[in-house]
């Protein structure tokens, strides 16, 4: 089923800090201590960045958040943000200093995340000047729920821009075999749709764009999910949201929730069985 609802300066108070990773090392969690684990405090405090090279288990460089209590045992959500393409670079501490301009790592850096908000969040830096590969996406998926202590039932995907062309990539060829819901903003998926057709529907899809966008034409979010909206059966959870008079910039109000659509609670109303 369809439903129809209806991309920010860059901060340049950057924060990259170092801190013990926060790795599971291929173990099982150990009995949970709901007062174990990462301190309380300012998201920013525990936003740190990992620049390339320096985890095993990744080449990528990325911005790595883990909530309050992170390690006490217990198992998290996963949320893997990517980003635009003006944020592309080498993963080196320096160029990571791009990557929390927008979305999720910029309200982290700027303590505008609560602390109730459950998810580890993970930012990777993607090199280049093009959009992220599906094989790039799943390479970092992969290393992620590997490398932290990750709900295998509540992995979620998120990207604006080049992030979510990238983003509907990796859904063509993977559906969801690892995700278990994906919010993408000002992206195209109608090459995503064509590749896979209805099965892209098994994964519940909220695609939010402005109408004006003169960079990603909000067609690339309208005619996939309308297409996975005639679909037989119909798609798990197919959703547009359309901002009336919004050009490219349909990130801010969609992340910081100013336009009222809460895409952190619709993501973890969706879990793996």
Request: aromatic share 8%.
């Amino acid at each position: 089923m369809l439903t129809l609802t209806g991309c920010a300066a860059p901060n340049s108070d950057i924060k990259t800090a170092t801190a013990p990773i926060a790795s599971n090392a291929g173990t099982s969690p150990s009995a949970p201590n709901p007062n174990g684990g990462a301190p309380s405090g300012p998201s920013s405090s525990r936003h740190v960045a990992r620049p390339a090279g320096t985890v095993p288990g990744t080449s990528a460089g990325y911005w790595e958040y883990v909530p309050p209590h992170y390690g006490n045992g217990d198992r998290y959500p996963l949320l893997v943000f990517w980003h635009g393409i003006g944020e592309n670079g080498d993963g080196s501490l320096e160029a990571l200093a791009k990557v929390p301009a927008n979305g999720p790592p910029r309200l982290l850096n700027e303590d505008r995340w609560p602390a109730d908000r459950p998810f580890i969040v993970l930012s990777p830096q993607h090199p280049g000047t093009d959009c992220p590969s599906s094989k790039e996406l799943d390479d970092f998926m992969r290393f992620a729920i590997a490398h932290y202590d990750v709900d295998l039932h509540r992995v979620y995907l998120t990207g604006m821009s080049c992030g979510a062309i990238g983003g509907f990539r990796y859904l063509a060829e993977h559906l969801d075999e690892i995700v278990a819901a994906a919010v993408l903003v000002c992206g195209d998926g109608r090459n995503a749709f064509a590749k896979a057709g209805c099965a892209l529907g098994r994964v519940p899809i909220w695609a939010l764009h402005g109408e004006l966008d003169p960079t990603v034409p909000a067609a690339g979010s309208i005619e996939p999910l309308t297409q996975l909206a005639a679909c037989k059966p119909p798609a798990v959870d197919a959703k547009l949201t359309l901002y009336s008079g919004v050009e490219h910039d349909s990130w801010t109000q969609t992340y910081d929730l100013s336009a009222g659509n809460d895409v952190y609670a619709w993501l973890l109303s969706h879990r793996k069985p």
